[in-house]
């Protein structure tokens, strides 16, 4: 098969896996969007996410080309762990900074730097990408699957990436849609509620990766 087509295959399944239902990818883009002021600050922060998922995919489809995926399938249930227990604790920190954001009204502080303030800021959404990457769901796994049975490392390793690419653009138009929802929200008096929603959501979250492994 032409390489070309395979990796535009590879791509158009990255924009496709946007679409699968993900809790982490609706609750990340939805905090981001909320916290933000302006909607490239949002933008930047969703790309950053799907960035970080992208590079730990790659990094994955690397290691599966090289040795295959029978290595990732042995080890899957600690990577799963760990991300469990990663997950949890950024749901923490995003409860912890809805009483700084609730304080944070009454002292203007901008949209922006309430997400700094709930230790949320742009590197932590591209750490949590990479967590999220940690656990491949059946998509991602597939795609490794697909990577491992090229029998070319740099082949392989590529494919991940441009599928890891195309879900990250994918993103863009997925928190456009739930910025609309979270621009809704700013207007009613529940807005206070969305990052302690999105902390909870993402403590469930990990412990439910941790109790599945």
């Known amino acids: 098969m032409n390489p070309a087509y395979t990796l535009l295959q590879a791509f158009v399944l990255g ?3 946007t679409l699968e239902p993900c809790e982490d990818k609706a609750v990340v883009s939805l905090f981001v969007m909320w916290s933000s002021r302006r909607l490239k600050e949002a933008i930047y922060l969703v790309i950053l996410y799907g960035l970080g998922m992208t590079m730990i995919d790659t990094v994955l489809g690397f290691i599966c080309s090289y040795l295959g995926i029978s290595l990732l399938r042995e080890h899957g249930a600690l990577l799963g762990t760990i991300a469990g227990a990663i997950t949890f604790i950024f749901g923490l920190l995003m409860l912890i900074g ?98 302690r929603i999105c902390g909870l959501v993402m403590t469930v979250l990990g412990i439910w990766l941790i109790l599945s492994q």
């Open 98 to 195: 809805s009483e700084r954001v609730h304080l944070g009204h009454h002292h203007g502080e901008t949209s922006l730097e309430r997400v700094r303030a709930g230790n949320l800021g742009a590197p932590s959404v591209f750490a949590l990408g990479l967590v999220r990457g940690l656990p491949p769901c059946p998509v991602e796994l597939a795609v490794l699957t697909w990577a491992a049975s090229v029998g070319q490392i740099w082949r392989g390793t590529l494919l991940v990436f441009v599928f890891g690419l195309g879900t990250t653009i994918g993103l863009i138009p997925f928190g456009l849609v739930i910025g609309g929802l979270a621009g809704a929200v700013k207007k009613t008096r529940y807005e206070a509620w969305v990052p």
């Open 15 to 17: 924009l496709a896996h």
